[in-house]
């Protein structure tokens, strides 16, 4: 399984920022996705995941902000962030989580920054 995310960027407090990750490789439809994130000095955090029966749970920073979603025709996983604020400074990775063999495990994407100024 690959990941590529994209759609990251430098934008202002209050902003909006859509970021996508299109997968190659198994049977998408089945994945759980997600999004983490890691800001300088600190620890990888959940962002938002959906099943596969689009089932989704949110970080509580971020709740009522983000949407994840995801579109099993086209094999891509959507985060739209809203309201952007500083705190979201991070560089966002795209994960699927798939619980069967023989692919059974996480793939990690690549990462894609993003930065709000104040």
């Known amino acids: 399984v690959q990941l590529q995310a994209s759609g990251g960027g430098l934008v202002q407090a209050g902003d909006s920022l859509r970021l996508s990750c299109a997968a190659s490789?198994?049977?998408?439809?089945?994945?759980?996705m997600g999004w983490f994130r890691q800001a300088p000095g600190k620890q990888r955090e959940l962002v938002a995941t959906?099943?596969?029966?689009?089932?989704?749970k949110y970080g509580d920073s971020v709740k009522g902000r983000f949407t994840i979603s995801r579109d099993n025709a086209r094999n891509t996983v959507n985060l739209q962030m809203n309201s952007l604020k500083p705190e979201d400074t991070a560089v966002y990775y795209c994960?699927?989580?798939?619980?069967?063999?023989?692919?059974?495990?996480?793939?990690w994407g690549q990462g894609t920054e993003v930065t709000v100024s104040s």
């Open positions: 490789g198994g049977s998408f439809s089945s994945f759980v």
């Open positions: 994960v699927a989580i798939i619980s069967t063999l023989p692919q059974r495990g996480s793939y």
């Open positions: 959906i099943t596969s029966g689009g089932t989704t």
